[in-house]
């Protein structure tokens, strides 16, 4: 498994795609806590996480932070750009990286990427050239299952062993 960075995106891949405000006018977003396990686990193998999304919003700031991503990147209008910036100033190749995505804003990306997931409820276009399809829709656990799939499953199962179940 060479994957070094996994970018995934937010609204639709770790939500349901859905935007709440409060009569405050603060934007609130659901997020699924078994993703955690993804997350922990691409941790435990050495794998870095990039949060990239067009919007701005504190719920995901929060919730990155909890999930000690490595890169949260917010409101980026244009990924491809961004990304090839980001790969040749961090000497990244394609071959080292995966995308998790669920839209046509993240299609330019993940065709920079070596290995390409989305959640059910993804666009035609992405599931087009996703290396796998979850079945699970985005905001389900979707992430979890793809990084899962990606890593699989003798890496995941030795990750999940030190992580969950060390000293027990």
């Known amino acids: 498994m060479g994957v070094k960075l996994v970018i995934i995106d937010v609204d ?18 659901k997020f699924n806590t078994r993703d955690a396990a993804g997350f922990f686990v691409a941790k435990e193998l050495g794998i870095k996480i990039m949060i990239l999304t067009g919007r701005a919003c504190k719920a995901t700031e929060r919730r990155m932070s909890e999930m000690k991503v490595d890169y949260i990147f917010q409101n980026v209008k244009d990924k491809k750009s961004f990304l090839i910036d980001f790969f040749n100033t961090n000497n ?3 071959e080292d990286i995966a995308y998790i995505g669920d839209d046509l804003n993240d ?31 985005g905001g389900c656990g979707a992430v979890r299952d793809i990084i899962q799939v990606m890593v699989g499953s003798d890496c995941w199962n030795e990750a999940v062993e030190k992580i969950y179940y060390a000293g027990i």
């Not at 639709?12 to 977003?29: A, F, I, Q, R």
């Not at 990427?113 to 666009?123: E, H, L, N, R, T």
């Open 12 to 29: 639709g891949t770790l939500t349901d795609g859905s935007v709440y405000y409060d009569e405050h006018g603060n934007e609130l977003k």
């Open 92 to 94: 990244i190749r394609k």
């Open 107 to 137: 299609f330019p990306g993940m065709r920079l990427s070596g290995w390409v997931g989305c959640p059910a409820d993804s666009c035609d276009e992405v599931k087009l050239i996703a290396n796998y399809v979850s079945f699970f829709n």
